[in-house]
């Protein structure tokens, strides 16, 4: 699909405009893991098949992308292409699988020199190995019809190095933190060669047909506020810059694509953040709101953050705390657009969430 010819004219440009710094109508709504393990016709769609045969399926993926865009029409004001941010370790040469019940699993993590190496040496070309995901966005980019917006993503470059150094998810960090603290350098080396595959996978993405893009730092509040400066800041910049260099090397003439970080956790590093050269930056739930909308003071668009656990409350509950929300952001009618603090779950009630995003549409249009 490397010809993906004229794409459908966007019907809905809200999340686009806001993004832009624009006076809105109402706060644009998308959830992160919109597309998923909550919704039964995603258990419908991917049946029996292991997570990332289904990511490389273009028309799969295609599906379970737009299921909640169907399932909440008019309600959701984006899409999220289906896919993981671990696909960027296994363009970079490792073994990555996703077990059920315990999530991504390395099993061939990097603990010694000699594995990080083995790691930098490897020759990455995206356009082969992750050709699949580029043909997702392209066929979702055209199933889509110009109804929503589509974003592309990638995984923070200290984010995928935990993953990779820790062999999956961790509560101690412990062999990253001693890769950052006992070889800083070989760290750096590791840090510099996923933030440029990251650059470049980002601009590829949109020239496959992403027209937003969100950089997910999952394991940024894991660092001090002083590592962060030296361990994952940089690089987050890095691809702030990067993926515009890319599109220019790419002879991309489009509209500018505006991009979005979220590092979970980071309170510290908010005020940066806001200077990092994104156009929009997300926040956990930890965050009052109108704490982050006076640090930010208007420099970007801010995004979040409803604790996803307030739709196990009652149909009260979710409205007082919608309300709050989005009052504390300065009403949603400009630099706003609404979203959880992290990701939905799988035993979450399809029809609450369906209520939450309709508080968020009657309460950001007063």
């Given at each position: 699909m490397s010809n993906p010819?004229?794409?459908?004219?966007?019907?809905?440009?809200?999340?686009?405009?806001?993004?832009?710094?624009?006076?809105?109508?109402?706060?644009?709504?998308?959830?992160?893991?919109q597309a998923g393990r909550y919704l039964p016709e995603y258990?419908?769609?991917?049946?029996?098949?292991?997570?990332?045969?289904?990511?490389?399926?273009?028309?799969?993926?295609?599906?379970?992308?737009?299921?909640?865009?169907?399932?909440?029409?008019?309600?959701?004001?984006?899409?999220?292409?289906?896919?993981?941010?671990?696909?960027?370790?296994?363009?970079?040469?490792?073994?990555?699988?996703?077990?059920?019940?315990?999530?991504p699993s390395f099993p061939q993590p990097l603990r010694t020199e000699q594995d990080v190496q083995r790691v930098l040496d490897y020759e990455v070309d995206i356009t082969k190995s992750l050709k699949w995901a580029f043909d997702a966005i392209t066929l979702t980019r055209h199933k889509l019809e110009?109804?929503?917006?589509?974003?592309?993503?990638?995984?923070?470059?200290?984010?995928?190095?935990?993953?990779?150094?820790?062999?999956?998810?961790?509560?101690l960090f412990r062999f990253a933190k001693q890769l950052i603290n006992e070889h800083p350098d070989l760290a750096h080396q590791l840090l510099q060669k996923i933030t440029?595959?990251?650059?470049?996978?980002?601009?590829?993405?949109?020239?496959a047909g992403a027209q937003v893009l969100q950089v997910f730092e999952s394991w940024g509040g894991e660092l001090s506020s002083m590592d962060f400066d030296e361990f994952s800041l940089p690089y987050l910049k890095q691809i702030a810059s990067g993926v515009p260099k890319h599109l220019a090397k790419l002879n991309y003439t489009g509209d500018k694509i505006p991009i979005?970080?979220?590092?979970?956790?980071?309170?510290?590093?908010?005020?940066?953040?806001?200077?990092?050269?994104?156009?929009?930056?997300?926040?956990?739930?930890?965050?009052?709101?109108?704490?982050?909308?006076?640090?930010?003071n208007g420099r970007v668009t801010l995004q979040g953050n409803l604790d996803p656990g307030v739709?196990?409350?009652?149909?009260?509950?979710?409205?007082?705390?919608?309300?709050?929300?989005?009052?504390?952001?300065?009403?949603?009618?400009q630099n706003y657009i609404v979203n959880f603090g992290h990701g939905t779950h799988p035993f979450m009630d399809t029809e609450k969430i369906k209520f939450f995003l309709e508080e968020c549409h009657r309460i950001g249009s007063q």
């Open positions: 010819g004229e794409f459908p004219q966007l019907k809905n440009d809200l999340i686009l405009r806001t993004l832009r710094g624009e006076n809105v109508e109402r706060p644009p709504c998308w959830i992160m893991r258990h419908e769609v991917k049946g029996s098949r292991d997570f990332f045969e289904v990511c490389r399926d273009a028309e799969v993926a295609a599906e379970i992308t737009i299921q909640p865009v169907r399932r909440y029409r008019g309600l959701i004001d984006a899409a999220i292409i289906f896919s993981d941010i671990l696909v960027i370790p296994q363009a970079m040469g490792c073994v990555v699988e996703m077990v059920e019940g315990k999530g110009g109804e929503v917006p589509l974003f592309g993503f990638c995984g923070g470059p200290w984010t995928l190095l935990v993953y990779m150094v820790e062999g999956g998810g961790s509560r440029d595959v990251a650059s470049e996978f980002l601009a590829r993405q949109v020239i979005i970080v979220f590092a979970k956790n980071s309170w510290y590093a908010l005020d940066k953040l806001c200077d990092s050269g994104y156009d929009g930056v997300s926040l956990d739930w930890s965050w009052d709101p109108k704490e982050a909308v006076k640090i930010n739709v196990y409350g009652s149909d009260a509950t979710i409205t007082k705390k919608v309300s709050s929300m989005i009052k504390g952001f300065g009403g949603g009618k």
